[in-house]
């Protein structure tokens, strides 16, 4: 199993990015796909999750309103836009996956993990 992160980047505050998790041999329609973030000297944090279906979403209060996470199945990716970025939001972001309907906001549920895209926001 293998997730590939990718889109992170430099940005000023008040802009946006679009991150992208494209996975391989786990297809993300049978899968549960969220985002955890760390920022140094912190502690990984739930960022969003999607259920396996796409119905579902939920997303960590500090993100809610700015971010979005979305899937692909035909391309087998996960998204998480991220607009009105602010300096707080600087961190390496990681894809994460797990062979569940339900979702959860606990890293220690996600077995599959992708290797991080680091997102720095100038003030």
């Known amino acids: 199993v293998q997730l590939q992160a990718s889109g992170g980047g430099l940005v000023q505050a008040g802009g946006s990015l679009r991150l992208s998790c494209a996975a391989s041999e786990l297809t993300v329609g049978t899968h549960t796909m969220a985002w955890f973030r760390q920022a140094p000297g912190k502690e990984r944090e739930f960022v969003a999750v999607i259920n396996s279906s796409g119905v579902s979403s939920y997303y960590a209060d500090s993100v809610k309103g700015r971010f979005t996470i979305s899937r692909d199945a035909a391309k087998n990716t996960v998204y998480l836009q991220m607009n009105s970025l602010k300096p707080e939001d600087t961190a390496v972001y990681y894809c994460?996956?797990?062979?569940?309907?339900?979702?959860?906001?606990?890293?220690?549920?996600?077995?599959?993990w992708g290797q991080g895209t680091l997102v720095t926001v100038s003030s």
């Open positions: 994460a996956a797990r062979l569940s309907y339900s979702i959860t906001g606990d890293y220690k549920d996600y077995p599959y």
